[in-house]
C-alpha cells in the first residue's frame, strides 16, 4: 500500500514539476489503448461551484468516438468548456480533433490529423491544424496485476501546418509549419486506478526561440466499469507568446467520464 501510495504521488509531482507547457490541445491523454476492433463512445461532463468572495461556476462537456479496424485506428474529439466570475465570462473555450492511424508493424504507426479550435482566454479567435508523423510504442505486461498491459510508454515525432487568428487587430496572425514532439506514459497503479504523464515540445523550424511545451498529468478511478471519476493538471508554456499574453497557464480538473 505504501508502495503503492508512493508511486501515485510520483506521477502526480512530475506533471506539476515541469516548467514548460503549450497552448497545444492534449490529444494524448484521450488516446484509447486497450481497444478490440468495434466502435466506441465516450461522453464526459464536469462542473465546478464557488462561491463567498467571489461567486465562479465552471461547466464542461466533451464527447469522442473510437473506431478500431485491425490496422486501422481513428478517433474523433470534441469538448467545450466554458466559466463565469461574479455573472462575467472568464473562459470560453472549445476545439475538435479527428485523427486517423495505420499500424505498419507492431508498436510502429503512421498517423495524420487535423483540428480546429478556439480560446477567449488567450485570445486565439481560430486555429488550425494539418499534420502528421510516427508514432512508437512500448508495453510492459505484469501478470501480478489484473491488467494486460501495466506500463505503456509512447513516442511521437511530426510536421503540421499552423494558422492561428487572434482577437485583436494589434496582434500578429500566423501561418507556418512547425514541428510535433511528445512522449507519453501511462501506469496502471490498481486495478481501478490508472495515471498518466504526457509531455509535449513544438518548435518553429526556422526560429528556434519560438517553441512550446506541454505537461500534462492525470489520474483515473473506476468507480464501475463504464464509470470514471478523473483529476487533471496541465501547465502551459508558450516562449514567444502574442503580445499581451503571459507565457504560462496551468490548470487543475475534476470531473467525471462515462464510457459506452
Known sequence: MIRLLLRLIAVVLMGLAAKNA??????????????????????SFSLG???????ILRIGSSYRTDLLWKRHYAFFIADYQRATS?????????????????RFYKGVKGEIFTQK??????????????????????????????KKDQFIMNFGA???HETEIFNKTE??????????????????LHEKVTATVIGYYQVHPGKTRDYRVLANSGLGFYITKNFIATTTFNL???NDPPLQLKKYDLEINNGVSLHF
Open 86 to 102: 461574479n455573472e462575467r465570462l472568464s473562459m470560453n473555450k472549445g476545439f475538435a480533433h479527428l485523427r486517423y492511424g495505420y
Open 158 to 160: 511530426g510536421l503540421m
Open 22 to 43: 503549450a497552448s497545444q490541445v492534449n490529444t494524448e491523454v484521450m488516446r484509447k489503448t486497450d481497444l478490440k476492433n468495434g466502435v466506441y463512445n465516450n461522453l
Open 236 to 238: 502551459r508554456y508558450d
Open 117 to 146: 479550435e478556439f480560446n477567449e482566454f488567450i485570445l486565439l479567435k481560430d486555429r488550425q491544424l494539418f499534420g502528421g508523423g510516427a508514432r512508437f510504442e512500448l508495453s510492459l505486461i505484469d501478470t501480478a496485476i489484473n
Open 171 to 188: 496582434l500578429k496572425n500566423t501561418r507556418f509549419f512547425r514541428s510535433t514532439n511528445y512522449i507519453s506514459a501511462k501506469l496502471y
Open 49 to 55: 461551484y464557488i462561491t463567498g468572495n467571489s461567486q
